[in-house]
Structure formats: structure tokens, C-alpha cells
């Protein structure tokens, strides 16, 4: 679970932005997207985060910047001496653009909490700091500060890091991350912390398909069965859904002329799985087939790549992160999904739901509370900033408070709670033939 998110200097967020997933003692409303107790940490915390925004305020870039800090720790000890890290600093600013990019986030992996924050450039970490809190005690477990003057790096282990540490340390190279390395060579104590963004912190956007996912759910026996339960509940129109598994032919091969005669000829024969949508023919108790991704709708195609991510973040408990939810699906199927996660008796291993949208209806009719709902709004120096509806009045004092009873959505449809939009009538005239 995330307790808390935060990120500066990365693209259009210049200064600190912080996504806080703890729950507001001060809002009683809907306590059912509230997890009371969450064992390791020490605030009740929100099943589910909105978060809206009008075109280019930011909303995506805090989604990529979650998904950037997975990356560089998941996948940032595949990096060699010299390699750039892929982060982008605001570039609206000649004096920042320089600085590192830095991340921190709040978490809970089996119990225990852990804050864990990482500062870097293109070519250097700059900082890095990993505190755990087993039994809530507070254990410092590793710092690792650039000092430029000497060029070279100031590292502090605590007492209660245990296991394999200077050799680690000797073989981290400055592109890359010590927790990273630690992963990569199975310590112990880091294995939990790498599990979690490895398998319990997905990100999706809306560009990604993420069908095969699904697909590959449903080809496991032991996995359909919960599956299609969720599919089945999203009364998409089919009865069933078949995988067949069928070799990338010679054809389509030729037709992807990018890719080496090398890994054609590995590819060639290889299996594939597809997706067969099972319709029952009104009137008859025949059934046919339909090629999923050619006869099934956009919106039933869209539900089916996220049932299989959904499924597994409920099942297994975690963290699904989407950008921009709401993409071709129906609002009753929207509300439908976003239940599951509030929803406690769906939601038992405490999973949460982080995701953009610009579908205002969704507010009233789930009725999310204040502190489940956030705003991105941007400064005059074209800078992103990032605030709760419950918090509204401590960022904005331009903007008026939630008055009790107020429609959330009429609110954000007339933007009462950012920055509206400069449209002017006379711009039109430029269409004037």
C-alpha cells in the first residue's frame, strides 16, 4: 500500500507535489473507502485516489513520475557505467533545470513501512535514503549523499542492516541505485521492497494495451475462473471468452522489417495466444466465436486489457495506477470498477486504485469523499500543482470551500475548485471564411 507519493523537478512539476493516500479524520463520509487498520501503518488509509485536471495542468506527468521511480528501481541495475537516467527536470526554469529530480514515497510491504526517497540527474544519483519501521520502530538503514566537492560518495549503514553491504556498495555505479543493486544481488532485507514495485505497483496509460495480460490470465486454469467472474459482472455481452494458441507465421514476420533476420528466425514458430469471445446465437443453443480485437467494441476491448491487471491488484493486493480510467467505458462500467476497490467486501487484500479521469458524473454517482479527490492546476510560471478537495481552501484561498450537499461534479464542471479555462468568443472568428 502507499501511504504517500511525492515528486519535484520533473517535467511540468517544478516544486514538491505530494499525492497523500491517508485518510482525513476530519471527513466521516463513505468510511467503506477508508482501510481502518492497515497493519504497519499508523493512519487509516484511502482505498482509491481521482484525480482531475484540465488538458496539460499535469496529471499524467504525476502519473509518469510513479511510474519513472519504478523504473529506475526496478529496472535501473541493467544500466552501465555512462548511461543516462531517464528523468526530465522542468524545463521552464534556467535555475532549476540543472537540479536532480527527486522522489519519495511511503509504503507498506508485509506489515512493515518504509520511507524510501532517491535524488538524481542524468548521469548521477545524488541522494538516497531507506528508513524501515518494523513493529513501527523507526530503523535507519542506509544514506548515500554525492559530495561534489570531493567527487566521490558519503554512505552511512545502520546496525540494524543486516546481511551483505560494502562489497554491494563497491559494485554501485553512480547511475545507479544502491537499493537496485541490492535486488539485483538477492539481499534479503531488500527483496520484500523490491517485490512490491516489481509486482504489486502497476501503471498503466492510455496508450498501453495491456490485453496479453488478460490473456494470459485467462489460459491459466487455476486463474479464469475469478476472472471471468469479473468480466461476467461487467455484462460485456459475450458468454465466454476461449484462448487459442496459434505460431507467428512467416508472413507477418516479413511484414516487421525493423527486426533482425536474427530474432525472426528466434520467433519464427513460436506460439501466440488469442482471444476467442463466445456468443450465444439468439433463438438457438448454438454458440460461435468472434476474433476478439477484431469484432468485440473499443470500450468492451478496453475493459477486457484492464479486467486482467484489476483482477490480479485485487487478488494479490497492491497498487494500480491508470491514467486516464475512464477511456471508452460506459460511466456504469466505470463506477462498476472503481466499486470493487472501495468496496471492502470486494477489496479484501486492501488493494488501492490511483487514476486520472476528466468524467465528472463519476464523483456524485460513486460519492467519493474530499480526501479521495485531487485537483492539478497550474501557476503563472506554468508550473504544476497538485491539492486535495479537502484541502482546498489551505492552497486555493482564491477559491471558495465545499459547501455541504454541493455537487462535486457541477463544481468541477465550472471549475470551482481550479483555474477555468481563458476561452474568449471572439477567437472564433478565426474560423471566419
Avoid: C
Amino acid at each position: 500500500m502507499i501511504i504517500s507519493f511525492t515528486v519535484s523537478n520533473f517535467r511540468s512539476i517544478q516544486n514538491s507535489a505530494t499525492l497523500a493516500m491517508t485518510q482525513n479524520r476530519s471527513i466521516k463520509d463513505s468510511e467503506d473507502a477508508v482501510i481502518d487498520q492497515p497493519i504497519g501503518s499508523t493512519h487509516p488509509l484511502l482505498r482509491t485516489a481521482v484525480i482531475y485536471g484540465l488538458n496539460g495542468t499535469g496529471k499524467t506527468n504525476l502519473l509518469l513520475a510513479i511510474n519513472r521511480m519504478r523504473e529506475i528501481i526496478v529496472y535501473g541495475h541493467r544500466s552501465t557505467d555512462g548511461d543516462h537516467i531517464k528523468v526530465e527536470p522542468f524545463l521552464l526554469s534556467e535555475e532549476i533545470n540543472e537540479k536532480p529530480t527527486s522522489f519519495k514515497i511511503a509504503f507498506v510491504v508485509d506489515g512493515i513501512k518504509y520511507d524510501y526517497e532517491f535524488s538524481v540527474t542524468r548521469t548521477r544519483v545524488v541522494h538516497e535514503n531507506l528508513i524501515a519501521f518494523p513493529n513501527n520502530v523507526k530503523q535507519n538503514w542506509f544514506i548515500r549523499n554525492y559530495n561534489s566537492k570531493n567527487d566521490r560518495y558519503d554512505w552511512k549503514f545502520g546496525t540494524n542492516f543486516k546481511g551483505e553491504r560494502k562489497s554491494i556498495k563497491n559494485r554501485t555505479l553512480q547511475n545507479v541505485l544502491y537499493l537496485s543493486k541490492a535486488a539485483q544481488d538477492n539481499h534479503e532485507l531488500i527483496k520484500p521492497i523490491i517485490k512490491f514495485f516489481r509486482q504489486h505497483l502497476n501503471v498503466i496509460f492510455s496508450e498501453n494495451n495491456t490485453s496479453f495480460y488478460t490473456t494470459k490470465m485467462l489460459a491459466d486454469p487455476n486463474r479464469k475462473g475469478k476472472l471471468m467472474h469479473f468480466l461476467n459482472d461487467l455484462d460485456l455481452g459475450f458468454e465466454d471468452i476461449n484462448i487459442e494458441s496459434e505460431a507467428i507465421s512467416e508472413d507477418i514476420l516479413k511484414l516487421a522489417e525493423h527486426i533482425p533476420e536474427k530474432t525472426r528466425e528466434l520467433l519464427a514458430g513460436q506460439q501466440i495466444l488469442k482471444a476467442k469471445s463466445v456468443h450465444s446465437i439468439p433463438g438457438t443453443e448454438k454458440t460461435i466465436e468472434f476474433d476478439f480485437s477484431e469484432h468485440e467494441s473499443v470500450g468492451t476491448q478496453q475493459a477486457f486489457s484492464l479486467a486482467g491487471p484489476i483482477v490480479d491488484i485485487l487478488q494479490n493486493g497492491g497498487v494500480l495506477v491508470v491514467d486516464e480510467l475512464e477511456t471508452s467505458l460506459h460511466i456504469k462500467l466505470f463506477q462498476r470498477i472503481i466499486k470493487y476497490f472501495n468496496d471492502g467486501n470486494y477489496n479484501k487484500r486492501d488493494a488501492q486504485l490511483i487514476f486520472s479521469t476528466h468524467t465528472p458524473a463519476a464523483v456524485d454517482a460513486i460519492d467519493f469523499r474530499r480526501d479521495q479527490i485531487w485537483f492539478t492546476d497550474k501557476t503563472e510560471s506554468a508550473r504544476t500543482i497538485l491539492y486535495s478537495l479537502a484541502d482546498l481552501k489551505k492552497v486555493r484561498k482564491d477559491l471558495k470551500s465545499v459547501r455541504k450537499g454541493q455537487k462535486i461534479s457541477k463544481g468541477i464542471l465550472e471549475g470551482a475548485f481550479y483555474t477555468p479555462p481563458k476561452y474568449e468568443e471572439e477567437q472564433l472568428t478565426l474560423f471566419d471564411l
